[in-house]
């Protein structure tokens, strides 16, 4: 399985595209980001200024198309501080969903330091004791601290370099003396909360931090690191980059030129950290946010996951994963599966519906009893719901919408337009609609037992236009599905316009 993680920052808009094995591990196909510097100028003002909002979903909608060129069979994002705190934040939200349909998942700042712990942790030393590890970004900064097992302690600042960098533009040594006064006091609360000797090891995990890192190495070293990952940067050599970093139009060996307007900012930050951790050093991580998020999708799609290894169909996958995750009778769900589709081949001269309908069909049988997970009472309600509402990889929404449908009409009143849901669709979907639920109805009515207790039935167009239907029961019994089949014939015959005759064979 293929799955994209978006991490829509304050400063940078970043994806990773993963590629999951059956097992749950997952390796990095491809990686991209655009720095759109989305708080640029607005983050005070608490707005998308309107250069930024385009900059962010032009480059959404490049991710979006990079996703669908690796085929990519789920694409999730989230949004951090510049989105969180802007008044035109759902405006932004709405716009991403309207250009590439990816719906954008806003969070908190302690749900932003758990999904930087989340996909940090694995790259991270536990043999000296506990971490600190924090995320610097344009608006905020998290921190978290913990051990291998679990993070102890979440911290989230309004702390970032655009935001510094927008309220001291052209910053004077004065102005420096305040940033650093600034960040002092906004670091205030965490130096009450952890001391020193609470952890052994300080690490960074953004990309501004990982800048400052490479760019002392090459001071140190003469060259460029060829990665970012696990290098050193200790408070003596910030310190003696900071004339150089903090100067107005700063340019060093390993300094990515798009930072330059913030970089003076972010080093002021970093050097107060770690002049407030007690440390010498930090260390630097490239897992990050957007690996906590492709790892928390793989813990909720384990099921899914698991049957990528044998199930190649995306579509099916979906249905199958939603089968395991609601409990779903998976002996009964295919038997009534079977059965509808008996009875959409034999009326197909009837209905003439497209093949990829009969799929449909399959889909929402095998579904249209995962409602009983929520609630036996209405359970085909609850199945239309979940349905619609849970991740369907390999569907187009508009066949979601007919499936969800379908179950909903599998048992109780034939569909009115005093139905939200049903009123919504197309006369074209209606129809289809009908035709599906009536095959399903009429096949849930054929298993009432949930026995098997009837042959999957045969079914024809009869010389007289009817519907017939003729099962045999597989041992004594069956009378619950004569009588269900029968109070369930009617949506077929009003959807195909032709009676229903049905004819059981007791097997004596």
Known sequence: MRVGAIDIGT?????????????????VLEKAREQVELGAGGLEARVIQP????RGIDALVSFHALCKTFQVDDVFATATSAVREASNGDAFC??????????????????????????????????????????????????????????????????GHIRLADRFPNPTDADRRRMRDLVRAEL?????????????????????VRTLAVM?????????PPHEHGLVLTRRALEAMMPELTAPDPELPGMDRRRR??????????????????????????RSLRDGLLLEWIARHHSEVELSGSVRDTARRSVLALMQRYGADHLHARWVADAALAIFDGTSRAHQLPFDDRRLLEFSALLHDIGHHVSGKAHHKHSEYLIRHSPMPGFVAPDVDVMAQVARYHRGSNPKIEHGPWAALSLEQRRRVRILAGCLRLA????????????????EIATDGAVQIDTRARANGGELERWSAEQRAELLAIALERPVRIRFDDGQ
């Open 216 to 224: 002392a190495a090459a001071r140190e070293q003469g060259a460029v």
């Open 51 to 54: 250069e930024a909002f385009a």
């Open 11 to 27: 400063n940078s808009i970043h994806l990773v595209i993963g590629e999951v094995a059956a097992d749950g591990t997952y390796r």
């Open 444 to 459: 849930d009515g054929l298993d009432r037992g949930h026995e098997r207790a009837l042959d999957v039935p045969r079914v």
């Open 261 to 286: 307007r913030t970089i003076g900012c972010a080093a002021i930050i970093v050097r107060e950290i770690l002049r407030v951790s007690g440390k010498r050093q930090l260390v630097t991580s490239e």
């Open 188 to 208: 205030e609360p965490l130096t009450s909360s952890i001391h020193p000797e609470d952890f052994a090891t300080l690490v960074g995990t953004s990309g501004a």
């Open 94 to 159: 709405m716009a991403v969903r309207a250009r590439t349909d990816i719906h954008v998942r806003v969070i908190t700042g302690n749900e932003e330091a758990r999904y930087v712990w989340l996909g940090a942790r694995s790259g991270l030393d536990f043999s000296r004791g506990r971490v600190l590890l924090f995320d610097l970004g344009g608006g905020s900064t998290e921190f978290v601290l913990g051990t291998a097992d679990a993070p102890l302690m979440v911290h989230s600042v309004r702390l």
